[in-house]
T-cell receptor, first 112, second 114 residues
Framework: EAQVTQNPRYLITVTGKKLTVTCSQN?????MSWYRQDPGLGLRQIYY???????DKGDVPEGYKVSRKEKRNFPLILESPSPNQTSLYFC???????????FGQGTRLTVV | GENVEQHPSTLSVQEGDSAVIKCTYS??????FPWYKQELGKRPQLIID?????GEKKDQRIAVTLNKTAKHFSLHITETQPEDSAVYFC?????????????FGKGTLLTVNP
């Protein structure tokens, strides 16, 4: 089954404690991206990757890091989480161009 | 970069009525315009898309229209049903290999009242 898998689904952490949210896709997609969703602000892109070892900043990259060492995986790293990073996070993947983007199940992160 | 504006932010209709959501985009190089539906607690999923060489596309009760000159596109839902209640996002992107990026609007919360 074609899918994008994120883990964990829910996470509560404390300020400053490094965390990683994993994202994996099995569709051989070149393009992967991370979004955060906050009420009234829609889906804002954090980082995206056009292919292995090719990543670039989206609209709200501050406080986040990513890596793309393999085509199927695109982890999101918060080196020192802060409360303003409390949000719902989605990973998505697609073939770049005029094709459907597939989203993961979402990760609800709370930083206290 | 691309900027996608979406209106209205909330929309409430009676079951059976039509609903229209409008989006504008800024990048004239954008050529792909998908619409995603996000039900409560779920992930966004594609419901319909349109490419810039087409002016209108229909799929049962939903249709999308595109006006490239004015840089706007709209989602039309006819004969709305309670299960149409969700957040709808429009998006725009350039072609592959041309600084490709998928940019979303802020979303419209549609409520269909029985």
């Amino acid at each position: 089954e074609a899918q994008v898998t994120q883990n964990p689904r829910y996470l509560i952490t404390v300020t400053g404690k490094k965390l990683t949210v994993t994202c994996s896709q099995n569709m051989n997609h070149e393009y992967m991206s991370w979004y955060r969703q906050d009420p009234g602000l829609g889906l804002r892109q954090i980082y995206y990757s056009m292919n292995v070892e090719v990543t670039d900043k989206g609209d709200v990259p501050e406080g986040y890091k990513v890596s793309r060492k393999e085509k199927r995986n695109f982890p999101l790293i918060l080196e020192s989480p802060s409360p303003n990073q409390t949000s719902l996070y989605f990973c998505a993947s697609s073939f770049p161009g005029n094709t459907e983007a597939f989203f993961g199940q979402g990760t609800r992160l709370t930083v206290v | 970069g691309e900027n996608v504006e979406q209106h209205p932010s909330t929309l409430s209709v009676q079951e059976g009525d039509s609903a229209v959501i409008k989006c504008t985009y800024s990048d004239s190089a954008s050529n792909y315009f998908p619409w995603y539906k996000q039900e409560l607690g779920k992930r966004p999923q594609l419901i319909i898309d349109i490419r810039s060489n087409v002016g209108e596309k229909k799929d049962q009760r939903i249709a999308v229209t595109l006006n490239k000159t004015a840089k706007h596109f709209s989602l039309h839902i006819t004969e709305t049903q309670p299960e149409d209640s969700a957040v709808y996002f429009c998006a725009a992107s350039r072609p592959r290999g041309s600084n490709y990026k998928l940019t979303f609007g802020k979303g419209t919360l549609l409520t269909v009242n029985p």
